[in-house]
């Protein structure tokens, strides 16, 4: 079955670009079907939705972090990507990588549509 | 931005109990467009409910939800071991995409 995993760097300095990757297995990223999103929960367990991607590359993201966020796709190496520039302290989080679109349905990246498959997670702390 | 409120923070049951969880919109959800998600530690979230009431593929029928409007309601009719968890309310009717706060579901 599908499954998501998240990889990269555990720790990222103050003012620092933080960068992970989430890789898919066991199915395609350009099935056509599905939207791929970022979400983070902060150590004190709040939920935040970071932004959606599609395999064609349309983005769609969090107004709130719209200026520091570049999210991109790979589908030769079947991987969507999160770098968040000018990091701080209140960025440390654990972050996910999740599926949407198997129940509801997007309209350009805006996704009327749970998260229906998760990563386990990556631990980002930000400190120098 | 939609805020949800999750209502108890904790819920301390025996198994075969029932648990009743609630979550409140800051505003009307329309389209019923409501998750619920139950997270053991150390895992990512699982989905439980989409659209308010229907059960994601692979949930057990003792998993059920309700609601319309402001008001939703997730509802575990009979407690199993492995149910006590936290979980989570997330609406995707209006953009950006919210969480409520967390409801821990532990054992008395």
């Known amino acids: 079955q599908v499954q998501l995993q998240e990889s990269g760097p555990g720790l990222v300095k103050p003012s620092q670009t933080l960068s992970l990757t989430c890789t898919v297995s066991g199915g395609s990223l350009s099935s056509g079907v599905y939207f791929w999103s970022w979400i983070r929960q902060y150590p004190g367990k709040g939920l935040e939705w970071i932004g959606n991607?599609?395999?064609?590359?349309?983005?769609y993201y969090n107004p709130s972090l719209k200026s520091r966020l570049t999210v991109s796709v790979d589908t030769s190496e079947n991987q969507f990507s999160l770098r968040l520039s000018s990091v701080t302290a209140a960025d440390t989080a654990v972050y996910y990588c999740?599926?949407?679109?198997?129940?509801?349905?997007?309209?350009?990246?805006?996704?009327?549509?749970?998260?229906?498959?998760w990563g386990q997670g990556a631990l980002v702390t930000v400190s120098s | 931005e939609i805020v949800l409120t999750q209502s108890p923070g904790t819920l301390s049951l025996s198994p075969g109990e029932r648990a009743t969880l609630s979550c409140r919109a800051s505003q009307s959800i329309s389209s019923t467009y409501l998750a619920w998600y139950q997270q053991k530690p150390g895992q990512g979230p699982r989905l439980l409910i989409y659209h308010t009431s229907s059960r994601a593929t692979g949930i057990p029928d003792r998993f059920s939800g309700s609601g319309s409007g402001t008001d939703f309601t997730l509802t575990i009719s009979r407690l199993e071991p492995e149910d006590f968890a936290v979980y989570y309310c997330?609406?995707?009717?209006?953009?950006?995409?919210?969480f409520g706060g967390g409801t821990t579901v532990e054992i008395k």
């Open positions: 991607i599609y395999h064609s590359g349309a983005t």
């Open positions: 997330q609406q995707y009717d209006s953009s950006p995409i919210t």
């Open positions: 999740a599926r949407v679109g198997a129940y509801g349905y997007c309209i350009s990246t805006n996704c009327h549509a749970p998260f229906d498959l």
